[in-house]
């Protein structure tokens, strides 16, 4: 079992930034690709970014390429969101999720990923 617990979300005005982390814990975070995924209300939940475990790939959503950035310390077991020029459309609740044998060309697709974390709201207001 992978626990993942999001944190640093919260309200921020239009154009400005936040960063999201995520810590891992219980299995060795060893070998796990990262994603970031994102949720508002009324609509499924979407990709946003994920990360490779050697951090050798990174990918985004066309919606936050340019403004946000998917980074990771494997020693303390978290990965990050960078995310600058927020626009209330990144309203959501954003969560991360792990996986140890998801593709790279795959690490968009929800369903690839088996852990999940809480989620953490993040609200940018006009």
């Known amino acids: 079992q992978v626990q993942l617990v999001e944190s640093g979300g919260g309200l921020v005005q239009s154009g400005g930034s936040l960063r999201l982390s995520c810590a891992a814990s219980g299995r060795t975070f060893r070998g796990y690709a990262m994603g970031w995924f994102r949720q508002a209300p009324g609509e499924e939940r979407k990709f946003v970014a994920a990360?490779?475990?050697?951090?050798?790939?990174?990918s985004y959503a066309d919606s936050v390429k340019g403004r946000f950035t998917i980074s990771r310390d494997n020693a303390k077991n978290t990965v990050y969101l960078q995310m600058f020029s927020l626009k209330p459309e990144d309203t959501a609740v954003y969560y991360c999720?792990?996986?140890?044998?998801?593709?790279?060309?795959?690490?968009?697709?929800?369903?690839?990923?088996?852990?999940w974390g809480q989620g953490t709201q993040v609200t940018v207001s006009s």
């Open positions: 990360i490779t475990w050697s951090s050798g790939s990174t």
């Open positions: 999720a792990a996986d140890s044998t998801a593709r790279r060309s795959r690490l968009h697709i929800t369903e690839e990923y088996e852990y």
